[in-house]
């Protein structure tokens, strides 16, 4: 049982470089999040989907795309990486209106 | 004044001792907390949800919410090496997964 699925792991770009991280679920849940977790702040949320075919933004979207490819797949784009993004992401999912939330492993991302 | 407070130890214990992690909050219109668990390079992890105040019981795990103090507690009896992880609390006024606030967390380490 995969759960939420997330793809790479572990990432090491260069300031002003792009990339893509990837989400996936089976759960068939209708709402999938994206946060960044640093030591010492906790976990933040960028964006969101509610439904497929939606996305918002969450406490900390600046710098970031989403896109909600489909049901199960929710992506997320950084398109000029800056050393601040340095942070570990972790794609989660949820049915509508719950707050009982399904984590990823989490992707270790590095600029430098 | 932050909306959720957690200390973030780190709390050491031998194996078998009863341990209490705490958070306290500010916003009055909390109704629904959560604990999560977090192994080291790992996703969270829900451990227990509660509704309004009172207690929860799972196994080994107590979740009591004290709302007239803001004050939120998980207890863990018979404490195992297995438990040694980060616990977050987290809470919202509603069911929404997007307006849930996560505490920092509070890092366990059990000793055998």
């Known amino acids: 049982n995969a759960g939420v699925t997330q793809t790479p792991k572990f990432q090491v770009l260069k300031t002003g470089q792009s990339m893509t991280l990837q989400c996936a679920q089976d759960m068939n849940h209708n709402s999938m999040y994206w946060y960044r977790q640093d030591p010492g702040m906790g976990l933040r949320l960028i964006y969101y989907?509610?439904?497929?075919?939606?996305?918002d933004k969450g406490e900390v979207p600046n710098g970031y795309n989403v896109s909600r490819l489909n049901k199960r797949e929710f992506s997320l784009r950084l398109e000029s990486a800056a050393p601040s993004q340095t942070s570990v992401y972790f794609c989660?999912?949820?049915?509508?209106?719950?707050?009982?939330?399904?984590f990823g492993e989490g992707s270790r991302l590095t600029v430098l | 004044q932050k909306e959720v407070e957690q200390d973030p130890g780190p709390l050491s214990v031998p194996e078998g001792a009863i341990v209490s992690l705490n958070c306290t909050y500010s916003?009055?219109?909390?109704?629904?907390f959560m604990w999560y668990r977090q192994y080291s390079r790992k996703g969270p992890e829900l451990l227990m949800y509660t509704y309004s105040s009172g207690n929860k019981e799972d196994g080994r795990f107590t979740a009591q919410v004290d709302k007239s103090s803001k004050y939120i507690s998980l207890f863990i009896r018979d404490s195992q090496p297995s438990d040694s992880a980060t616990y977050l609390c987290a809470m919202s006024a509603n069911q929404a997964g997007t307006a849930l606030i996560f505490g920092k967390g509070t890092t366990l380490s059990v000793s055998s």
């Open positions: 989907s509610a439904s497929e075919g939606t996305t």
């Open positions: 916003n009055s219109a909390f109704q629904y």
């Open positions: 989660a999912s949820s049915e509508a209106g719950e707050g009982q939330l399904f």
